[in-house]
């Protein structure tokens, strides 16, 4: 009998899951990658075809994240190797 979690990998594996389930994550990890005063007024949201799209309280701090964002792509990279974060694109509309 085949264990659980094997099943689970082919399952996520053959339905693509395990990418999104990835990518996930790296949404999950935007205050860590970007730290507490920054992520108080961004918020990742999704991340499709290796661009992170994140939700801006207002311009400037959608400004601010473009001055910082070859520091936030290479800890991001750093932390998921495996993923493809190649672009963070900021929408202004609260968060």
């Not at 996520?12 to 990890?29: H, P, W």
């Not at 309280?57 to 998921?80: C, D, M, N």
Request: charged fraction near 25%; aromatic fraction near 8%.
């Amino acid at each position: 009998m085949e264990h659980i979690a094997k099943a689970l990998e082919r399952f996520l594996k053959g339905n693509q899951l395990e990418r999104r389930v990835a990518e996930y994550q790296v949404v999950m990890a935007w205050e860590n990658a970007v730290g507490a005063e920054l992520a108080a007024h961004s918020e990742a949201r999704d991340l499709t075809r290796g661009v992170l799209w994140v939700t801006v309280s207002s311009s400037s701090w959608a400004q601010h994240i473009g001055f910082l964002k070859p520091k936030i792509l290479e800890a991001l990279r750093r932390e998921f190797p495996g993923v493809q974060v190649a672009d963070i694109r900021c929408v202004v509309g609260g968060r």
